[in-house]
Each structure stands twice: as C-alpha cells, then as structure tokens.
C-alpha cells in the first residue's frame, strides 16, 4: 500500500486524527478548521445540528471526499493523499453503515454480505459460507439467509447492513446515522451489536446520531460540532450538564439559541408590505 | 427564451457532452479491470440482448411485411418486381436493420438500464460498492456498456433475419413472387463487405452509443424519483437523436 506516513506527531492511541480541516461546499464552508480525535477501541459520535456536515465528516474519512485544506489520518495514513489503489487497501479495514443499509437489491441477504469476501478474498465456497453465515448469527439473521433485501423490515436491513460492514473484521466502523426509523426493539438491537463489536472484536466504532439517549448508552465520547467547529466535547454525560449554549440548546433540546429556529430571510414586516416610506 | 438563458443552456448543453466525454474515457479505462467480472458482463448481455429477443424479432418481421407490401407496388410500376428480394435485403441490412434495432434497445433496454443505476446512486448502492473497495465504474458501468456493444450486432443480425422472414412471407407466399427470384437476386447482389459488414458496424457503433448514453444517464440522474424518470426520458430522446445523426455521417463515408 502506498501509504504517507504522519509528518506531525500522533497520540499512539488515535486511530482517527483530523487536523484543520477546512470544506466548502458550494458557497457553503462546512469545516472550518475543524479538529477530531478518535482513541482506538473507543465508541465516539458525531453530534450536531442537520446540515452541519457530520456525514461530510464520514466520507472525508473514507476519502470518499477530498478537504479543501487539513490533514485527515486513519491508522497513520493521511487518506487525502492516498492514490486510488492505497484508498481502496484502507477501505477494505474500514466498515460503513450506510443511513439508509444501501444493500444491493439483487442480491440476497447471504449475496450482500458475502460481497466484498467475493471480490477480495479467493475462498472455498465453503469457508465463505461459514464465514459468511458467522457473521449474520452474530446480527441474529442466519436464519434469513435467503431473504431478499425488499424483504427485509428497516432494522433487519440495518442489521444485515452491520454484517456485511464486519464481514472482513475492520478495525474502524462508521455508522451512519445508523438509529434512524427503527423502533425501539430494533434500535435496542443495534445498540446491542454496536457495544457487543466494539468489546469483542475492539472494533473503533464512530457513530453519527442524533439520539441523545442512546449515544448515552454507548459513547465513551462525544464531538459537538455547529457551524464547521468544534463547539464542545467529552463524555456524554458531562457534555449533558456542560452549561454552554450549544449544549444547553442540543441537549436540552431548545427550539431556538445558537441554532435559530428562522432561516435566515429579509424583514418580516417589510416583506408582508407593512412597513417602508408608504405606509 | 431571452439571451442569456439561450446561452446558459447552450453553455450546459456543452458542459453535458463533454461530461459524458469523460465519462466515456472513464468507462474505457475501467475496461480491463471489468473483465474480472466477466459474469456480470455476461449477466447484462443476456438482459440486453436476450431479453430484447421478442421485441426485435416481432418488429422485424413486420417492417419486412410492410416493406415487401410497399415495394412490391412500387416496383410493380416499373415491372421489376423480381428485385424485391434484393430491395429488401439491401434496405434491412444497410440501414433499417441497424437504426431500428438501436432504438428498439434504447427503448427497451437502455430505459431500464438508465432506471437501474440512478436507483442504485439514489440507495447509496454505488457509494457502498465505493465504501467495500469494489470499483462501481469497473462493476456497474463497463460491463453495461461492453454488453451494448456486444449485443447489438446481434439483435440486428435477428432483426435482418426476421425481416427477410417477412419479406419472404410476403412476397412469396402472399404475393405469389417466384421463391428461386426471390432468394436468386438477393445473393447475387447483396455484398458481404459493402453491405452486411458496413450494417454491423453501424450496429456496433450504435451499442456503444445507446449504452454509453443510457450508464451516464444513470450514473448522473440526481438521487430523487423525479431526477430517475427524466434521465430515463433523456436516455431514449438523446439516443435517438445521436443515432439518426451518426447513422447519416457513418452513411455519408461508408457510400
């Protein structure tokens, strides 16, 4: 792999360092010069309000997204710089779990998780199949092998989607969002095999949510971030009684503060014609 | 329309050929790496090609019925009906056969083509493709557009086929033109090289065109059920126009 080697020191324990990093997307300037460090082995989440670039955040980490400015180092390679072969080599250690599971339609349950063993990995059709079959036990779906994926509710899908991303035993998970529209058997359920992963397998885990009860049970840190910084950051709990407006108006879940509840938008009054030289 | 949006539409039409430009040389650079998946390729020549069989063939023979009506009359006139066989060989082969096929494919196969990879971009079947280190240019596009390429000859091959069926069925057994006229004139006349070869290579060319068309279609179509339904109605308007066109300059260097 053609990896670039971290010029500037690292913590040994970060897997995930983020230095400056600067976007824009559009007129829009998502980061600016926005810091993150991830532990290894830790469960972190991505908080902050919609449209504030926590996705963004995630395929900077891929190198799905190159940054404007700033370095962004998983597993002491700087991923803006990797060629297209070495992006590709680190992918292969990194599971996404996308928003919305994106499982490939044609393909049964077993077919999507037995994917990326299938394009990487020269196996015996047997061993995949243990491998494979391993994998949807540990999400509790073996027995939904055959299933296609129309099939399937939201947080079946979500789980198989979790199969698939652990298939190749990464060392880091990005979860996107990954509670969204289950109910609370299933989000139970995922949280389950987020924490489950994360102490067995030692699976660094960064999750993006906005569900302050669940990123409770299981962050062991959280990274606030509004209008392209880092606004606060700590333990969840700490971050909950933290008196700053920021955490005061996203964990208190205010309407209106630092995020304002308008949009932006000319003068109410002037705009309805009640005010000007002619009234 | 004012000015300036006459220019900023003229301005994107640009910027949209020369996208699928790139896109095109994109495609062809993942070529050797698609040949890993050569089943997917498989796959997709079966979807085109195969599953295109009953549409090609049904309209092939009747546009070689209704040509043996339609000449059978004209010729009539002149007293040389004996050169239907020849008339509607020549006319299959060089022009109708290749030009019908590929709209009937861009129809049929490059609507559902276009529909299949928006849908994949609009679920993040791309982007996860992307996310487990495999190339969606190399999985998805290339083995799409080699299909394409490979199909088409054949479907208007079957087509040429079908026609002549109909001609024949026409002509001949409808009609009462003499069998031996009928198949004798259009042996002897008809060329391999100027024009069977000529009329596969314009299929050839139209594959290409049609699938190249339909997967950037796709791949560009914004992630929303209205964005997939005009890029899907973009892959048969823009297909068709470019084939009528390449078909008149192909035309215009192979006389």
Not at chain 1, 96 to 118: G, H, I
Not at chain 2, 154 to 164: D, H, P, Q, S, T
């Amino acid at each position: 792999m053609n990896a670039v080697a971290v010029t500037h020191g690292s913590p040994a324990d970060a897997l995930v360092q983020v230095r400056g990093l600067r976007t824009r997307i559009g007129a829009k300037m998502i980061f600016d010069g926005l810091d993150v460090d991830v532990p290894r082995g830790s469960i972190t989440a991505i908080m902050g309000p919609s449209g504030t670039g926590k996705t963004t955040l995630l395929r900077h980490l891929t190198g799905q997204l190159r940054p404007d400015a700033g370095s962004v180092i998983v597993d002491g390679v700087d991923v803006p710089k990797l060629s297209r072969r070495a992006l590709f080599n680190l992918r292969e250690r990194i599971g996404f779990l996308f928003q919305n599971s994106a499982l490939l339609t044609d393909f049964s349950v077993f077919e999507n998780v037995a994917f990326p063993l299938r394009q990487h990995a020269r196996l015996p059709e047997e061993l995949l199949r243990d491998i494979v079959l391993t994998k949807l036990q540990a999400v509790g779906l073996r027995g939904a092998a055959q299933l296609m994926p129309a099939e399937l509710s939201g947080g079946m899908a979500r789980r198989v989607a979790l199969a698939r991303a652990i298939v190749f035993d990464p060392m880091l998970i990005l979860y996107d969002e990954p509670f969204v529209g289950l109910d609370p058997i299933a989000l139970n359920q995922v949280l389950r095999l987020i924490k489950t992963l994360n102490k067995t397998l030692g699976i660094t885990s960064i999750l993006v949510a906005h569900e302050l009860a669940a990123i409770r049970q299981v962050a062991d840190r959280v990274y606030l971030i509004a209008n392209g910084k880092l606004v606060a950051q700590g333990a969840p709990d700490e971050l909950a009684h933290q008196d700053s407006p920021w955490t005061r108006q996203f964990f208190g879940g205010e309407a209106d503060g630092p995020v304002p509840f308008h949009y932006p938008a000319p003068d109410y009054a002037t705009e309805l014609g009640f005010a000007g030289p002619h009234r | 329309m004012n000015a300036n949006l006459r220019r900023n539409w003229l301005l994107q039409g640009i910027a949209s050929v020369g996208d699928c430009g790139l896109f095109f040389a994109a495609v062809l650079g993942s070529l050797p790496k698609s040949l890993r998946y050569w089943r997917e390729t498989c796959r997709q020549v079966w979807f085109v090609g195969a599953m295109s069989l009953v549409i090609v063939m049904t309209c092939g023979l009747f546009i070689g019925m209704v040509l043996a009506l339609q000449l059978y009359y004209t010729l009539s006139i002149f007293g040389g009906t004996s050169a239907l066989g020849t008339v509607i060989a020549l006319s299959l082969f060089r022009e109708l056969g290749p030009v019908v096929t590929a709209l009937l494919v861009a129809g049929r196969a490059g609507t559902a083509v276009t529909a299949e990879i928006g849908l994949m971009r609009a679920t993040d079947q791309l982007d996860a493709m992307g996310m487990m280190a495999v190339d969606p240019m190399a999985y998805v596009a290339s083995p799409r557009f080699l299909a394409g390429v490979i199909a088409m000859p054949l479907l208007a091959c079957v087509f040429n086929a079908m026609g002549i069926f109909g001609g024949h069925l026409v002509g001949v057994t409808w009609l009462g033109l003499d069998n031996g006229t009928f198949w004798g004139n259009m042996t002897s006349t008809v060329s391999l090289q100027r024009d069977i070869l000529d009329g596969l290579y314009k299929s050839i060319v139209f594959g290409g065109v049609v699938s190249l068309i339909a997967v950037f279609q796709g791949y560009t179509a914004p992630p929303t059920s209205e964005g997939v339904a005009y890029s899907t109605t973009r892959t048969v308007v823009f297909s068709s126009i470019v084939i009528l066109a390449f078909d008149f300059v192909m035309t215009a260097f192979m006389t």
